[in-house]
């Protein structure tokens, strides 16, 4: 994480080191979500786990940072929920590592592949049976509808 700009009591702009913890206002700031939200996230992901000093305040290590941005796109841009970001922890799976290409809503679920596939083909060698044409063409109209109401339920839509 680069260099960043803030201010001092007297509007004066201070450069704080990529190293430096930051307060939660500062960390709200940056990922332009409300304190609260922050907080809630602490108590729902135990590897968040900010310094807390005299009053309750809380400073926020630089590794602590990076993986609230990351919770934070799985939850928002991805459309992870938080019991699935939870699993995925739990799991000790890297956050980086994930490929939601693959179990993301932007992806259509790999067991339903086959319906892309041409209606005359046999069945193949990985085992998907051939399907008749017209629970094809219903099964078809069925993913349809359901990527639209996934793409009109996504955030940021509509």
Request: aromatic residues 6%; charged residues 30%; positive net charge.
């Amino acid at each position: 994480m680069a260099d960043t700009a803030d201010t001092d009591g007297r509007g004066r702009s201070v450069r704080k080191s990529a190293t430096a913890y930051r307060t939660i206002s500062e960390v709200s700031d940056d990922l332009g979500v409300p304190q609260h939200v922050l907080r809630f996230w602490e108590t729902k992901f135990s590897q968040v786990r900010p310094l807390k000093r005299g009053g309750g305040r809380r400073y926020y290590r630089p590794e602590d940072v990076l993986l609230l941005r990351r919770i934070q796109k799985l939850l928002y841009e991805d459309g992870f929920t938080i019991k699935g970001v939870q699993k995925l922890l739990r799991e000790g799976k890297s956050i980086d590592d994930v490929d939601v290409s693959a179990v993301s809503p932007g992806a259509p679920p790999p067991q339903l592949s086959f319906l892309e596939s041409s209606a005359a083909e046999p069945a193949s060698a990985g085992g998907q049976p051939a399907i008749a044409p017209e629970l094809r063409s219903q099964l078809t109209d069925l993913l349809a509808e359901l990527r639209a109401l996934r793409d009109a339920l996504r955030p940021g839509k509509g």
